[in-house]
C-alpha cells in the first residue's frame, strides 16, 4: 500500500530537541559556569533546565528574561532548601558565599543531599523522560537519583583540566615524596608536577571522617558517570585533555570558554547577579583610560582579607602609580575604622583609581579596551576569562585549585605573573598571609610596564584570547564538541544515538 501524506510527514518529522537538566552547586563560582552552560545548550535548540534553590533562584533573575528575548528554552527551576541535619546551618544559607563560620560548612553539604527528592520528583514529572543530567562532581547524591530514573548522566568540573587530571591521577596513585624536602610528585602527568601538602590536588580535603565520606562519594560518582563535561578548550589544555580523558575512561566534552556565550552589554552585566546592578558607572569610568592602562584587582567571592591585608593590597594598588579597579567586598569594610581607611585612599586616588563594593560585572570589565591586566586569586572562571578576552595577569593563588591553576598560567601558558605565596590562606581571614603592599607594587609594575617579558606575556594572552573566540565559534573545536554532545542525546526512532 502507498504511504499516506501523513505517514510521509509522520516519519520524516525531526526528533525532539534533547533535554538537559543542570544541577549546579550552590556556590557563585559552579553556578555561573554551569548557567552559562546552559545558554549554550538552548543556543543550540536544547532545552536546558537549571535546578537551583529560592536565594540562587532570586541571583538568576535575569537569565530567564535573556533567554526568552533570545527564544531560547531555558527555565530556571526552584526546589526548597532542606532544612540542615541536626540544625547545624543556620537559615536562610543557601550559598557557599553566605557561609561565616567553618562549622557551618560540613551541615551545607550534608543538607545539600536532602535535594535528591525534590530532583527525583522534578525528573519524574517531566512529560517525556530528560535526556541527561549534568551534576556538579561536588553533587554526589545526583548519582543514585540519576540510576533510579534511568537517566544519562555526566559530571562538570569546574578547575582547569590540568588540575582535575593532577587530582584523578593523585587519588589514583597516590603522591610519590621526594628525598629530603616536602615535596611530592604528582604521578601519571605528561610533564612534571610537584606540590606540598598544603597546595595538594584534592576537594573536600578538610580533616574529619565526615569530610572523608564526602569526597569518597564524589570520586565514586565521577567514576561511575557517563563523561564528563569541562570549561576549557583544546587549544589551551590539548595535552591535558587527551591525558584526562585516556585516565577517566569516559568521553570529555570540551566547550569552553563558557564565558563568551556572553556576547552583548545585558549578558554580561546580569552574569551571575541581579540585572539591576548597574555596570553603567564602572564602563564609563573605563572609558576615560587608556588602553591596557588599567589593571583589575578582584579575588573572586570567597576569600575574605581581613583589615591588616586589606590595608597592605590598597597601598601597593596605590604605590604602584597604575590606574586601578579593585572590588572589596561588603563584609571586609563593615567597621568604621577601615570604612574610613578606604574613604581616604579613594580620595588621594581618585583621578585613577576606582573602588567597587560588593559585586562587579567582572566580564565587562575584562573585556574592555582599557583594562590591561588583572590580579587574580586563579580560580578557574576568572582565570579563563581573562584568558578568553586576551588579559595577562598577576596570580595570587588562596587555597584549593588555585595553586595548580597558577602554575599553568605562569609555566605553561605564560600569561601570568606570580606574587610569590606558597602557602594556602584562611577563607575568613588570612592572617598568615606573607604579602605586602611592596609586592603588589612590584608585580603589578611587572605586569603593567612593559619591557620584553611583559610585552611576551601580553602577546601569549592576545593569542591565546584569540584562539578562545575561535574555539567558540562554528567549526572551532568547542563548538563541534557541543554538537557532538547534542547529538548523543537526541533521540532518534526513540533510542539514544
Given at each position: 500500500m502507498a504511504p499516506t501524506a501523513e505517514s510521509v510527514t509522520a516519519t520524516s518529522a525531526p526528533p525532539p530537541p534533547p533535554h538537559f537538566v543542570i544541577v549546579p552547586l550552590p556556590a557563585q563560582g559552579h553556578i555561573i559556569p554551569m548557567v552559562d552552560l546552559a545558554h549554550l545548550l538552548a543556543e543550540r535548540g536544547a532545552r536546558s533546565s537549571v535546578v537551583v534553590t529560592p536565594v540562587n533562584a532570586a541571583r538568576l533573575r535575569g537569565v530567564t528574561?535573556?533567554?526568552?528575548?533570545?527564544?531560547?528554552?531555558?527555565?530556571?527551576?526552584?526546589?526548597?532548601?532542606?532544612?540542615?541535619?541536626?540544625?547545624?546551618l543556620p537559615p536562610g544559607i543557601e550559598n557557599v558565599d553566605q557561609i561565616t563560620d567553618y562549622g557551618h560548612f560540613l551541615p551545607f553539604f550534608l543538607a545539600l543531599q536532602e535535594l535528591a527528592g525534590p530532583l527525583e520528583a522534578y525528573?519524574?514529572?517531566q512529560a517525556t523522560r530528560p535526556s541527561c543530567v549534568i551534576s556538579d562532581w561536588s553533587n554526589s547524591w545526583t548519582a543514585d537519583v540519576a540510576r533510579r530514573v534511568g537517566i544519562p548522566r555526566l559530571f562538570f568540573h569546574g578547575p582547569s583540566c590540568f588540575y582535575t587530571l593532577c587530582d584523578l591521577n593523585a587519588a589514583a596513585h597516590g603522591l610519590q615524596p621526594q628525598a629530603d624536602n616536602d615535596r611530592y610528585v604528582v604521578p601519571g602527568m605528561p610533564i612534571p608536577v610537584e606540590v606540598t601538602m598544603d597546595t595538594r590536588p584534592g576537594f573536600f580535603n578538610a580533616p574529619g571522617k565526615e569530610w572523608e565520606v564526602l569526597r569518597e562519594a564524589a570520586m565514586e560518582a565521577m567514576r561511575t558517570a557517563d563523561g564528563a563535561v569541562v570549561n576549557t578548550f583544546m587549544d589551551l589544555e590539548d595535552e591535558f585533555i587527551a591525558c584526562y580523558e585516556a585516565a577517566l575512561g569516559k568521553p570529555v566534552w570540551t566547550l569552553g570558554p563558557?564565558?563568551?556565550?556572553?556576547?552583548?552589554?545585558?549578558?554580561?552585566?546580569?552574569?551571575?547577579?541581579?540585572?539591576?546592578v548597574a555596570q553603567s558607572a564602572v564602563t564609563a569610568w573605563l572609558d576615560t583610560m587608556d588602553t591596557n592602562s588599567v589593571i583589575y584587582v578582584n579575588f573572586g567571592s570567597l576569600a575574605?582579607?581581613?583589615?591588616?591585608?586589606?590595608?597592605?593590597v590598597g597601598h601597593g594598588l596605590e604605590d604602584s602609580g597604575k590606574p586601578f579597579v579593585w572590588v572589596v567586598k561588603e563584609s571586609?569594610?563593615?567597621?568604621?575604622?577601615?570604612?574610613?581607611?578606604?574613604?581616604?585612599?579613594?580620595?588621594?586616588?581618585?583621578?585613577?583609581?576606582l573602588v567597587v563594593r560588593g559585586w562587579a560585572p567582572q566580564l565587562a570589565i575584562l573585556s574592555h579596551r582599557a583594562?590591561?591586566?588583572?590580579?587574580?586569586?586563579?580560580?578557574?572562571?576568572?582565570?579563563?576569562?581573562a584568558i578568553a578576552h586576551g588579559v595577562p595577569i598577576v596570580t595570587w593563588p588562596h587555597f584549593s585549585d588555585q595553586f595548580l591553576n597558577e602554575r599553568l598560567a605562569v609555566d605553561m601558558l605564560g600569561v601570568g605573573v606570580p606574587i610569590g605565596v606558597t602557602m594556602p590562606v584562611l577563607l575568613f581571614g588570612d592572617e598568615a598571609m606573607p604579602v605586602g603592599r611592596a609586592d603588589v607594587a612590584r608585580v603589578v609594575s611587572a605586569l603593567m610596564d612593559g619591557g620584553e617579558e611583559a610585552d611576551e606575556r601580553r602577546r601569549k594572552a592576545k593569542e591565546y584570547g584569540e584562539k578562545a573566540h575561535r574555539a567558540m565559534e562554528k567549526g572551532g573545536s568547542s563548538y563541534e564538541s557541543l554538537t557532538q554532545l547534542i547529538d548523543n542525546f537526541t533521540l532518534e526512532g526513540g533510542k539514544k544515538l
Open positions: 528574561d535573556l533567554a526568552k528575548r533570545a527564544k531560547q528554552p531555558l527555565e530556571i527551576v526552584e526546589v526548597p532548601f532542606p532544612p540542615a541535619v541536626d540544625g547545624g525528573l519524574r514529572a563558557f564565558c563568551l556565550y556572553n556576547r552583548d552589554a545585558d549578558a554580561m552585566a546580569s552574569r551571575g547577579n541581579k540585572p539591576d575574605r582579607k581581613v583589615p591588616k591585608y586589606l590595608y597592605e571586609e569594610v563593615t567597621t568604621p575604622v577601615v570604612q574610613e581607611w578606604l574613604s581616604a585612599l579613594e580620595a588621594r586616588t581618585a583621578r585613577r583609581g583594562v590591561g591586566g588583572f590580579v587574580t586569586h586563579c580560580g578557574w572562571n576568572s582565570m579563563l576569562e
